[in-house]
């Protein structure tokens, strides 16, 4: 306000109604302050007259909704490619944690292979492995193994043909973690993760001494690795 | 079939998911504001369709990820009379090697605004200094309120008010010494 009226923007405030309530307050009862706004009316309706609309000519306006439609089509198109680079981040983002940890645990079993490799223990450990099941069910036989013979513990089975790399587990050996049938660097790894966890299972203990720590581990990444290269021996 | 949404951050949030509807609306909506702007700016009907292809063109393409601060027209306003003074800029076929006569073509297609010469006030409009004149023009003309303009021109709201107060000033003055 000045000289008690309302200043210049607040009378074009309170010509469109936006001004405070103070201020339509005294418009309402000041001529004076009427008159200005019956001005800013006036320059209002002058500045603001509407000029004839130009016609949009139909080709034009064709064009314009043909242009609407292809780029709405066009954000179509790249929010499902965003969809589909984003979906293929996460799938690799599930998959990478695990291939890498596989990845360590065959490095671990061929360096592991390598050591006991060069001391002998290779064969030691494998005969402790074929030998563990202490549980009569759990026994191994190589394939191909004619189903009629009797179980036999890889001490006293012949050499393995080396054509035949996989190894049948009939029964559920107790190097088999995972229980897929096979005893493979999985269940080396699944057996470090509940060590992890620090939930292992005592059927786990492969060496049997009583606990299953990270050799147990290491003796099925090693038999697995040894098994699965044709090397049971 | 989709409803038809009203609002404007509705549209263009549909947009942004490459709706045509919402693209189709957006155009109908603004286009007669567009090209009465773009004919103020440039004085051409042709040119005011050209302006008004290329300005729709311009904000299609900034979707998808178009976030909307401030009205539409705010948002289209300094795309009009910017792609119109670049029109004219184009348009201007003999360019002075004097740099002061080129400085004062260009600055008389900044304020590219077309006086309406049937307009009683336009002679007092046109004495105010450019930035008055301007926000004098959005407000009046375009019928846009405060915060609009200050989206509108890039300008704090406070600069607006202070403009509008200062134009709608001298308006009254030069009003009051016509008369007299």
Known sequence: MTNGHPTELELELARTGEADEATLRHVE????????????????????????????PAE?????????????????????????????????????????????????????ISRTGETGESERVTATIAAAPSDASATVAMAPAAPSQPPTRSAERPPAAPAAPRVAVLGR??????????????DAY????????????????????????????DR????????RSGGAK | MTPEPRDESELVARANQGDTAAFEELY????????????????????????????????????????????????????????????ARKRRRVVSLDAAERAQADAALESAWQPDEAAEFEALISALAEGHREVLRLRFALGMQLEEIADALDLPLGTVKSRLHNALKALKEAADGADS
């Open chain 1, 29 to 56: 009862t000041c001529t004076a302050c009427r008159g200005r706004i019956a001005f800013l009316g006036r320059v209002a309706a002058d500045l603001g007259r509407a000029r004839a609309p130009i016609p949009v």
């Open chain 1, 60 to 112: 034009r306006e064709a064009a314009m909704l043909s242009l609407a439609r292809q780029d709405a089509a066009d954000v179509r198109r790249r929010l499902d490619e965003d969809r589909r680079r984003s979906g293929r981040r996460r799938t690799l983002l599930r998959v990478v944690p695990w291939a890498a940890a596989a990845s360590v645990a065959l490095a671990f079993g061929a360096l592991w």
């Open chain 1, 173 to 186: 050996s107790p190097a088999d973690v995972n229980g897929d049938g096979r005893v493979d660097v999985i």
């Open chain 1, 190 to 217: 699944v057996l470090a993760r509940s060590l992890e966890g620090g939930r292992p299972a005592a059927q786990w203990d492969q060496n049997h001494d009583g606990r299953v720590d990270r050799t147990d581990v």
């Open chain 1, 220 to 227: 099925i990444a090693f038999a697995a690795v040894s098994l």
């Open chain 2, 28 to 87: 109908r909506r603004h286009r007669d504001w567009v090209v009465s702007l773009a004919w103020r700016f440039t004085g051409s009907r042709d040119d005011a369709l050209d302006v008004m292809q290329e300005t729709f063109a311009y904000l299609f393409g900034r979707f998808p990820g178009f976030e909307l601060s401030s009205t539409l027209r705010a948002f289209l306003y300094p795309v009009v009379k910017h792609t119109s003074v670049s029109l």
